[in-house]
C-alpha cells in the first residue's frame, strides 16, 4: 500500500481584527481568546502585553521601552494523504510564526516559527485514546506506541518543501511546564532566558514531544514568576538570536498568563526548587477573559472528530505508513 503525505500552509494575521475561520481548531489557545463579548478587549490586551514584555526583555538601546513591536502570524497546516488513488485532505496542526519590528531602525526581523502548538491528532491521543485507555485501570497507564503517529507526520512536515519554502530555521515550542513534577534551579544563566531549571524525570508532554525529535529545557525568565518548557531540534542556546529567543518568550508568557495565572502570574517567583500548582491562590488575573473550563470539553470534542475522520477511517493505512516511515 502506497501512502504520501503533502502539506499546505495557510497563514492568518493575529491582530485586533482577528477572527478565527470555521476550520481553525476551536482549542486553540489564540481562538479561544476571541470567543464571546470581550473578543476586542481581550486582543488589545494581549497584543500590548506582548509588546510590553518585549520591549522589558531587549532593554539595551531602547530606553523608552518602545522601539519594538512582535507581529504574529497563525500558521494553519492542513495535509492531503494520498493512498491507492485517493486524496483525502484533514487539518494537521497550528503553530504561530513572529515577526520583530524594529521602530528605530524601520526594519523587520524574523522572529521565531512554533511557539504555540495545537494539533488534532494530539487531541485525540490525549483526549480520547489516552483517557479511554486508562478509564477502568486502577493505576495511569500509556498505550503502546503512544505519540508515534503524531510524532512521525510531524516529522514529515518539518522534511517537507512546504516548510523548507516557508521557514529558514527550525521550529521552538514554548509551553506551560508540568504541574506533577518538580524543578529544580540550576546555576546556569542566559542573559535572555533566564535562570535554567532541570528536572528528574520527563513529564508525558515531554515524552510526547520527544516522539516528534525534540528536546526540552527549562529556563525562567528575568522578572518571570515560573520556569517555561522550551521543546527545540539543535541548540536552543546558540541557534536563534537574543531578538529571536525574545519573541517566543514575549509571546508564550503572556499567554501563559492568561491560561494558567496560578502560575506564571504568580505574585511571588518561583523558588529554587519548585513545583507548580493550578490550586494555588497568591495570583493576579489579567484584563482578559478565558474559558478554560470550555477549552477542556472541545479538545474532547475535536479528538472525538479526528477518531471518526480520521483514524478509524485510515487505521490500516496509518499503521502501515507509521511502521515504514523514518526519520
Not at 288 to 299: G, H, M, P, Q, T
Request: glycine residues 4%; hydrophobic residues 30%.
Amino acid at each position: 500500500m502506497s501512502i504520501e503525505f503533502t502539506f499546505n500552509l495557510k497563514k492568518t494575521r493575529f491582530d485586533e481584527d482577528y477572527c478565527p475561520s470555521n476550520d481553525t481548531r476551536l482549542t486553540t489557545n489564540f481562538a479561544n481568546l476571541v470567543r464571546g463579548n470581550h473578543r476586542q478587549q481581550n486582543l488589545q490586551n494581549i497584543l500590548q502585553m506582548i509588546d510590553n514584555r518585549f520591549n522589558a526583555l531587549a532593554h539595551w538601546d531602547n530606553s523608552k521601552a518602545d522601539r519594538y513591536s512582535v507581529e504574529i502570524d497563525i500558521i494553519s497546516v492542513e495535509t492531503t494523504m494520498s493512498c491507492n488513488g485517493e486524496h483525502q485532505s484533514f487539518p494537521l496542526i497550528e503553530i504561530l510564526n513572529t515577526s520583530i519590528i524594529d521602530i528605530i531602525n524601520n526594519e523587520r526581523i524574523p522572529g521565531i516559527v512554533g511557539n504555540n502548538f495545537s494539533s488534532y491528532v494530539r487531541d485525540y491521543d490525549f483526549s480520547v485514546l489516552l483517557r479511554n485507555y486508562n478509564q477502568n485501570r486502577s493505576e495511569f497507564g500509556i498505550p503502546e506506541r503512544f505519540g508515534d503517529l503524531h510524532g512521525k507526520m510531524f516529522r514529515s512536515f518539518l522534511g517537507s518543501d512546504e516548510y523548507k519554502n516557508n521557514f529558514r530555521k527550525m521550529p521552538v515550542i514554548c509551553l506551560s511546564i508540568s504541574s506533577n513534577r518538580t524543578y529544580h534551579r540550576t546555576e546556569n544563566h542566559h542573559p535572555v532566558l533566564g535562570f535554567e531549571y532541570e528536572q528528574r524525570e520527563y513529564s508525558l508532554t515531554d515524552q510526547y514531544f520527544e516522539k516528534m525529535g525534540m528536546k526540552v529545557r527549562y529556563f525562567m525568565p528575568p522578572h518571570s514568576s515560573a520556569p517555561l518548557a522550551f521543546y527545540f531540534f539543535g541548540d536552543l542556546l546558540t541557534d536563534y538570536s537574543n531578538l529571536e529567543l525574545i519573541s517566543t518568550i514575549s509571546t508564550m508568557e503572556c499567554f501563559q498568563k492568561v491560561y494558567r495565572p496560578e502560575i506564571y502570574n504568580a505574585n511571588s517567583p518561583a523558588a529554587g526548587c519548585y513545583q507548580p500548582s493550578l490550586t494555588h491562590q497568591d495570583y493576579s488575573t489579567t484584563q482578559i477573559f478565558y474559558d478554560r473550563e470550555e477549552r477542556n470539553k472541545l479538545a474532547i470534542e475535536q479528538g472525538k472528530f479526528t477518531e471518526e475522520n480520521f483514524i478509524i477511517p485510515h487505521r490500516t493505512a496509518l499503521e502501515q505508513w507509521s511502521a515504514h516511515f523514518s526519520v
